[in-house]
C-alpha cells in the first residue's frame, strides 16, 4: 500500500493550556475527500491548525508526503502544499478581494488555479475585485478565503467550517462549486457541523469525538446510527 | 511678514520631523512595535554618516549612499536577532527591550564620540538660499523638504503597489493568517524594520547638516516623532507628513513669540490636537 498523502499518528495537541488531542491517528490518501466531524470541542479546529502549522508538534506525529512536518511553521506547511480555509474566514481586511487572492498565490507553487479560473468559478469576485474584502457580503467573503487558498495551488486543501454563519441558500452556493475544486484529483479535507452536507462531499468521513477518533469509514457506508453514536458518545 | 516667513520656515522643518515619524509610524503599523530607541537610531544614522564623511573624505550627501543599506541591514539583524524575540500579545517587552536598546546606544556613542556636539559639514548648500517675493528661503530646508515628501510618497507606492506593501498590510491585519500564506513573519518584520531604519538614516543624516548633535539628544527628537505620529493620525503616511508640518509650524511660531516657547509650543499643539482629536487630524477610516 502507498503511503497516504497525510498520516497522522499519536498526535497530542493543545489549545491553549487545554489538551484538544489526544494520540490521534488518521490517514488521508491522494486524491480522497475527507470530511471530519464533530461535536463543538470535539478538536476539529484544533486538528486542522496542527497540521497547518498554526499549533507546533512533535515532528513525527504528522507526516506529509512522507516528510515529517509536525514541527514546522505555518509558513514552510504552505511552502509544501498544504492550505488551510480558516474558521471564520478570516480576511486581510486592509487588502482588496484581488490582493487577498494574491497573496494567497505568493508562493508562486505551480498549478491549475490563478486569478481568471477563479473568476471563472466565483464570477462575482471579478465584479467586485477592487472592493475592500470585508465589505462583502458573508457569503462571497467564503468564497475570497476558498480562493485564497487554491491560488497556492495546493496538494492538500483543508477548509474548516466554510458554512459556518452563512444562509443555507449561501451554503448551497458554496458546496455546489465544490466539485469543481475537488475534481481535479485534489485532496481536501473538509471540517463540516452539518453531517449530511459532510457526508455529500466526501469519500470518507472521521467523526471526532473529545479529541479521539470515534468513527472512520467510507461516506457512502456509515450509518446515521453509527454517526450519532459517534458524534454524542451514546 | 515676519509670521508668514515663519509658518514656511516652519513647513519646512516640518518635512524633518515627518522623516522622524514616518519610521516611527512604519514599524508600529506593520507589527505594534513602539520603539523607544528610534531617536537614538536617528543619532546613530547621524554618527554612522559622520564616520563615513571623515573616512572617506566625501559630503554628507554622499555618505547618503552608504549610510542607508548599512542602517536597513542593522535594522534587519536587529530585528530578527533580538527585538523579534520580544514580540508576542504583551506589548511591554518589546517596550522595555528597546528602552534599554536607547541606554545603550546613547552610551556607546557617549563613549566613542565623546559628548563634544558634532555636525555634517554640507559645504556653501548650507548657507545657500534663494528669495522667492519677500520670503529668504534656505536651499538646505527646501532639499530637506522635498526629500520628505519623496520619502512619504515612496513609502506610500511601497505599502499600497509592491509585494512587499501587500505582505505588510496582511501581516499587520492577521499575523497567523499572514503565515498560512507563506509569509514568514520573522523575515517580514526584519524587512519592516531595515525599510524603517533606511528612512531613519535619511532623517538623521539631515539632522545632522541642519543642526549640531549629541549622544543625548535622541529622546527629544523621539518625542518630535511621536507627536508627529500622533498629531497626523496612526497609520497615515500622507497624516504623519500634515503632523510633522504642524509641528514645525508651531514650533516656529512658538519661537517667534519668545525664544524659549520653541519647543514648548510645539508639546502645547500637539496637547491640544490630543485633547480634540485623540485619534489625530487623519486617522485610518478601518483602524
Known amino acids: ?234 | 511678514m515676519d509670521w508668514v516667513n515663519a509658518v514656511v520656515q516652519g513647513t519646512l522643518l516640518g518635512g524633518l520631523y515627518a522623516m522622524f515619524a514616518a519610521g516611527l509610524s512604519l514599524i508600529f503599523g506593520v507589527m505594534r512595535l513602539v520603539n523607544i530607541a528610534h531617536g537614538d537610531l536617528i543619532v546613530l544614522s547621524a554618527y554612522v554618516a559622520l564616520s563615513g564623511a571623515m573616512l572617506l573624505g566625501v559630503s554628507p550627501f554622499v555618505v547618503l549612499i552608504l549610510a542607508v543599506p548599512v542602517m536597513a541591514a542593522f535594522g534587519y539583524l536587529l530585528q530578527r536577532l533580538v527585538l523579534n524575540r520580544t514580540m508576542g500579545d504583551d506589548i511591554l517587552p518589546p517596550l522595555l527591550v528597546t528602552f534599554g536598546l536607547s541606554v545603550i546606544i546613547q552610551n556607546a556613542l557617549l563613549a566613542a564620540y565623546s559628548a563634544d556636539p558634532q555636525k555634517l559639514q554640507a559645504g556653501d548648500i548650507e548657507t545657500a538660499a534663494f528669495a522667492i517675493g519677500p520670503i529668504t528661503v534656505g536651499v538646505m530646508p527646501v532639499i530637506v523638504f522635498a526629500t520628505a515628501v519623496a520619502v512619504i510618497a515612496g513609502l506610500q507606492w511601497v505599502f499600497y503597489h509592491t509585494a512587499l506593501g501587500r505582505a505588510f498590510r496582511a501581516t499587520s491585519d492577521r499575523q497567523d493568517i499572514a503565515q498560512l500564506m507563506g509569509l514568514n513573519r520573522a523575515h517580514v518584520f526584519g524587512l519592516a524594520m531595515a525599510l524603517s531604519m533606511a528612512v531613519t538614516a535619511v532623517a538623521g543624516v539631515f539632522l545632522g547638516m541642519r543642526t549640531s548633535f549629541d549622544p543625548a539628544i535622541g529622546g527629544s527628537r523621539l518625542i518630535f516623532g511621536f507627536e508627529a505620529v500622533i498629531i497626523g493620525g496612526l497609520g497615515n503616511l500622507w497624516g504623519t507628513l500634515a503632523g510633522g508640518v504642524i509641528l514645525g509650524v508651531a514650533q516656529t511660531l512658538g519661537a517667534k513669540l519668545h525664544p524659549g516657547f520653541q519647543v514648548l509650543a510645539g508639546h502645547v499643539v500637539f496637547l491640544f490636537i490630543l485633547a480634540v482629536r485623540p485619534r489625530g487630524l487623519f486617522p485610518r477610516i478601518d483602524g
Open chain 1, 1 to 234: 500500500m502507498p503511503e497516504p498523502l497525510l498520516s497522522i499518528e499519536g498526535l497530542d495537541a493543545h489549545y491553549g493550556d487545554f489538551q484538544a488531542l489526544y494520540g490521534l491517528l488518521m490517514q488521508v490518501a491522494q486524491g480522497e475527500v475527507t470530511a471530519v466531524i464533530g461535536a463543538n470541542g470535539a478538536g476539529k479546529t484544533t486538528l486542522m491548525r496542527s497540521v497547518s502549522g498554526l499549533i507546533r508538534n512533535q515532528p513525527q506525529a504528522i507526516r506529509f508526503k512522507g516528510q515529517p512536518i509536525g514541527d514546522l511553521r505555518a509558513d514552510q506547511v504552505a511552502a509544501l502544499g498544504i492550505a488551510l480555509v480558516p474558521e471564520g474566514r478570516l480576511l486581510f481586511p486592509s487588502l482588496s478581494v484581488e490582493e487577498n487572492l494574491i497573496i494567497g498565490g505568493q508562493l508562486g507553487r505551480p498549478g491549475p488555479w490563478n486569478l481568471p479560473r477563479l473568476y471563472d468559478l466565483f464570477p462575482i469576485l471579478r465584479e467586485r475585485r477592487h472592493v475592500p474584502a470585508t465589505e462583502l457580503s458573508g457569503g462571497q467573503q467564503q468564497m475570497v478565503a476558498i480562493g485564497r487558498a487554491l491560488m497556492s495551488n495546493p496538494d492538500l486543501l483543508m477548509m474548516d467550517e466554510i458554512s459556518l454563519g452563512l444562509a443555507p441558500v449561501v451554503i448551497k452556493s458554496i458546496y455546489e462549486a465544490l466539485p469543481g475544486i475537488v475534481g481535479e484529483g485534489l485532496t481536501a479535507i473538509v471540517v463540516e457541523q452539518d453531517i449530511a452536507k459532510a457526508l455529500s462531499v466526501s469519500s470518507r468521513v472521521t467523526c471526532l469525538q473529545e479529541g479521539r477518533v470515534s468513527l472512520s469509514g467510507a461516506s457512502a457506508e456509515v450509518t446515521r446510527d453509527a454517526i450519532s453514536r459517534a458524534y454524542f458518545g451514546v
